[in-house]
């Protein structure tokens, strides 16, 4: 069905009212549109979704005549921004930490602080600073105080270690890496392998094992707390930071985030009317867009107050709630099950929350999230840091992750294309054009690339990767569209649900996992072996668990306890396979010489069907153990947690 006609409907509606045209072209012009637009289907459509739809177009014109006029300004930055909600209300409480209160005015200044110290030892606009902290008031105050004097701060993932760590920082080639006192011994490991000249920061007042470091806190004391002053003109096009994503391969990659992409992402908690009146309680990394970019925007350029914790606790949820007296919560899917998971106790439904923002929320226990916690709307939302495609769901349906208009199609272009669920590849009709997919069957999401109309893919440092997420010729010959690498499913009403992820990552524990660094990691361990490793679905559990399939032609068997250890120095908790597959033979290869995953992905860990060697993760003996015909039966039950 194409629903473009009912749009004329809003124009002639226009004209009629400010033109004083005759009101009985309206009924004439309507039923025109009612037969353009697929019969009888439309006045279903229509009446449906026709409020939810303004609601959107409303919301998204206000969002993007705020985008303009700042634009105008020229040299607007967040700083700015933030400062103006500083002005307005510098008592308030910016951010509730442990047992500290940080108000605005406490960030303005350690944030000036910041700035005016590194300006005097010589870092100007551009320069690269790597920020390696776990989640605290000093994390924002940090970046936000570089950004001041146009420095660049890349928000490395705490839990990196080795490799992975040195990857990262490297990518970036920063002047300097600040880090937290208890992650010294991570950068210690990794130092030899900077440049001699990389300066090291070291933040917090636990003892520190890397000797070359300066203490930040101290070196800070005498810097005053006036703004620093602005020697270089900024914009709000300006890149002020990177953000990591593992994207769809290899190690993960520094999205570009500008001054106006933060500032979008700070209103995304606008969208589900939370208001500067609203807590909000965020237990989600800093160095993610979902917590370090839509929670903490939220607070620092909408001025609501943000309560930190370092680490996500569920046991403490709902008591951290209470006392501070949250009304609205940021979420991952696996947060959710985690919750779902605790005992059930009073005080669960002793709080005021009334939203729950964020994504991954699984259809299979949205409903019961949201009953049992007593939470009246939830914010599911689909995006990503680097692209330019996001869908939000504004009117709480269940298990959706947005809508898109069906009455008004071109207002966000964002189309579902038909892809090889194998390959990715694009599927072209005979003009070598891409094929729309139709509702209710899967389709690969992408988002046109329109410049001048602020659809913009900042994309990545790297320049490479990013022409890799960029496909031309999708409608038209010239055209250009963000991949995200996502199947998505369009009902008849324009609801989006999430279907599945293309490309060689997976998500646990609400990260994602590249698969080729794991594979890589897991063949140095295991003396240069053959490694397969690939997503598979444990029933009742979001994402996709890690499993590995290890080559072992000629049986020498493969020692667990070495492979554990290996594992846990090299990689973060939720990189580490849950399952092993022990495969007497060569691993499979593809034309390419690829390895081939298809068919271990669709057999997973099923020991019905799988006849080779099979292992999983014990988390109470911290050791793989055999997988038998019981085992499996617990863990498909949930008897077995993972």
């Known amino acids: 069905m194409a629903y473009t006609w009912p749009v004329i409907v809003a124009g002639i509606s226009f ?13 004439c012009l309507l039923f025109g549109a009612f037969l353009a637009s697929g019969g009888k289907y439309f006045p279903r459509v229509f009446f449906r979704t026709i409020l939810r739809d303004l609601r959107l177009v409303y919301l998204a014109v206000k969002i993007n005549i705020q985008v303009k006029r700042l634009q105008k300004k020229g040299n607007v930055t967040v700083a700015d921004i933030f400062r103006t909600k500083v002005s307005k209300h510098p008592r308030k409480a910016a951010f509730i930490f442990e047992q500290t209160t940080w108000t605005f005015q406490d960030v303005e200044d350690f944030s000036n602080r910041i700035g005016n110290y590194f300006k005097s030892q010589g870092y100007k606009k551009g320069d690269v600073v790597a920020l390696f902290l776990d989640s605290c008031p000093e994390f924002v105050c940090i970046w936000l105080g570089l950004s001041k004097i146009g420095v660049i701060t890349a928000l490395i993932n705490s839990n990196l270690r080795l490799e992975s760590l040195k990857h990262c920082v490297s990518a970036a080639d920063p002047r300097a890496v600040i880090f937290g006192s208890d992650l010294s011994d991570a950068v210690r490991d990794v130092r030899s392998q900077f440049p001699e000249d990389m300066e090291l920061y070291n933040f917090g007042t636990s003892p520190c094992s890397e000797a070359s470091a300066k203490s930040l806190l101290r070196e800070m004391e005498r810097s005053p707390l006036k703004p620093p002053p602005a020697d270089e003109t900024q914009s709000f096009e300006d890149v002020l930071m990177y953000i990591y994503t593992s994207g769809t391969t290899g190690y993960p990659k520094a999205a570009v985030i500008t001054h106006l992409r933060f500032f979008r992402f700070s209103k995304v908690s606008s969208l589900y009317s939370i208001t500067t009146e609203d807590i909000l309680y965020c237990t989600l990394p800093l160095y993610h867009s979902a917590g370090g970019a839509i929670g903490v925007g939220s607070c620092l350029l909408g001025g609501i107050t943000l ?17 501070h ?4 919560i940021q979420y991952i899917g696996e947060l959710c099950r985690y919750l779902l998971a605790q005992p059930h106790f009073p005080s669960e439904k002793q709080h005021s929350v009334r939203v729950a923002l964020g994504n991954g929320l699984r259809p299979q226990i949205w409903n019961e999230f949201q009953s049992r916690f007593g939470i009246s709307k939830i914010g599911e939302f689909y995006g990503s840091t680097e692209g330019n495609v996001a869908f939000f769901n504004i009117d709480n349906t269940p298990c959706a992750c947005g809508f898109v208009s069906i009455i008004f199609p071109k207002f966000l272009p964002f189309c579902f294309i038909k892809v090889d669920p194998i390959t990715g590849e694009v599927l072209r009709d005979k003009n070598g054009l891409a094929i729309q997919a139709n509702a209710g069957e899967p389709g690969l999401v992408v988002g046109k690339i329109i410049k001048e109309k602020g659809l913009k893919f900042d994309g990545y440092l790297n320049q490479q990767e990013t022409a890799k997420k960029i496909c031309h010729n999708i409608f038209k010959r010239g055209d250009a569209y963000f991949l995200t690498g996502d199947l998505l499913i369009k009902d008849e009403y324009g609801y989006v649900y999430f279907h599945d992820r293309l490309g060689d990552t997976f998500r646990w524990r609400g990260e994602n996992v590249s698969t080729a660094e794991v594979e890589a990691i897991m063949s140095n361990i295991l003396s240069l072996r053959d490694v397969v490793v690939y997503g598979v679905q444990v029933p009742g559990i979001e994402g996709r668990a890690g499993m590995a399939a290890i080559a072992d032609p000629l049986n020498k068997g493969i020692n667990l306890s070495s492979l554990v250890q290996g594992l846990k120095e090299k990689l973060p908790s939720y990189a580490c396979p849950i399952f092993l597959r022990i495969i007497f033979g060569d691993v499979g290869l593809t034309g390419t010489f690829k390895l081939q995953k298809t068919q271990l992905r669709q057999e997973g860990f099923d020991v019905g069907v799988v006849k080779d060697k099979l292992f999983y993760y014990d988390s109470q003996v911290k050791q793989y153990v055999d997988l038998d015909e019981e085992k499996y039966a617990k863990i498909v039950s949930g008897e077995i947690r993972m």
């Open 307 to 323: 309560v930190l914790r370092k680490k996500f606790s569920a046991s403490k949820f709902w008591e951290d709630c209470i006392k």
């Open 325 to 328: 007296k949250v009304t609205a």
């Open 15 to 27: 004209l009629i009212y400010y033109k004083r045209l005759p009101w009985f072209l309206f009924p």
